[in-house]
């Protein structure tokens, strides 16, 4: 029987950068979550022990920290040096992903002014995932972005088989959970990228009148890349974020719609990739 190493990286996971830019009075922030997965020549370490070409977590965790000092800019930028950084530095590193999360923070507004050094959390997750392999793919993407349709979907006309007991709707509650991840085919303006696609994701999710979360999901990967030709495809997950209208008659009163059980497990999970036929 023989045993062999397979796929394997190493890294540093989470390495939590907080940059204030002081330049104006009023400041800004950004917030990033690193992560660095390198991988490469490294067999030797895993078979014997000898870390002759292990670059240390801890040094990844470092370089986060300095490759900071003089600003980030866009979290695709920054990934994009990490990585490039690691494979041209480290003669066994053949290749380095650096995935990055961006939280944003809004300015506060105090008594009607643009607050200089406030912030609010603002809702959903940026984020951004790049490889450096001698050439560079880049990823962009939003994860946690909680949406909900009040009507305008419906769900009906599926198999009804001995397990069934949903009841076909013609007007329901949609919500969601958005998590998306879109490959660039074209370098581009990140943040404005990022913006717009953002809001094409938005807009179809209100204005799709919904038959399935499937066929929503669907629409939403496909108005990004009728609009946005930079994105060769698009990968999103939707959970169902289920609100069941809850039964008032035991208590003498009927339920127009208005009172629902907002559940939070279990949740359909919908998933798929929208592409171009010549990504
Ligand atoms: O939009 C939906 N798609 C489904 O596949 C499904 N299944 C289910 O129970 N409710 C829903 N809603």
Do not use: C
């Not at 490469?40 to 990844?60: E, I, K, Y």
């Not at 603002?122 to 009507?151: E, F, K, P, Q």
């Not at 208590?251 to 010549?278: E, K, M, S, W």
């Amino acid at each position: 029987m023989g045993i062999v190493l397979g796929d394997n990286s190493y890294g540093k996971a989470e390495t939590r950068l907080v940059f204030v830019d002081r330049a104006a009075p009023q400041h800004r922030i950004v917030d990033f979550n690193v992560t660095t997965a390198l991988s490469g020549d490294l067999a030797a370490t895993h078979l014997t022990g000898d870390n002759t070409d292990v670059l240390p977590t801890d040094s990844q965790k470092n370089t986060v920290f300095a490759f900071a000092r003089d600003g980030v800019g866009e979290p695709e930028d920054f990934a994009a040096r990490l990585a490039r950084h690691f494979v041209e530095s480290q003669p066994a590193i053949r290749s380095a992903t650096v995935d990055i999360e961006s939280y944003g923070w809004d300015r506060m507004t105090v008594g009607g002014a643009p607050a200089h050094h406030s912030f609010v959390r603002a809702a959903g997750t940026r984020t951004a995932s790049v490889t450096y392999d001698g050439t560079l793919s880049v990823s962009s993407g939003i994860t946690d972005l909680v949406v909900l349709n009040t009507t305008g979907s419906e769900f009906w006309g599926y198999p009804k088989d001995p397990y069934t007991t949903l009841a076909e709707t013609k007007d329901r509650v949609l919500a969601t959970a958005v998590t998306a991840r879109w490959r660039h085919r074209a370098g581009s303006d990140w943040a404005v990228s990022h913006a717009e696609t953002l809001r094409l994701l938005l807009e179809t999710f209100a204005e799709v009148h919904s038959l399935s979360l499937q066929q929503t999901l669907y629409a939403m990967g496909r108005r990004v890349l009728e609009e946005r030709e930079e994105v060769a495809e698009i990968r999103l997950e939707l959970p169902n974020k289920h609100h069941i209208p809850v039964d008032l008659s035991p208590f003498g009163l009927d339920n127009p719609g208005v009172v629902f059980h907002a559940t939070d497990r279990p949740y359909g999970l919908i998933q798929a990739t929208v592409t171009r036929d010549d990504a």
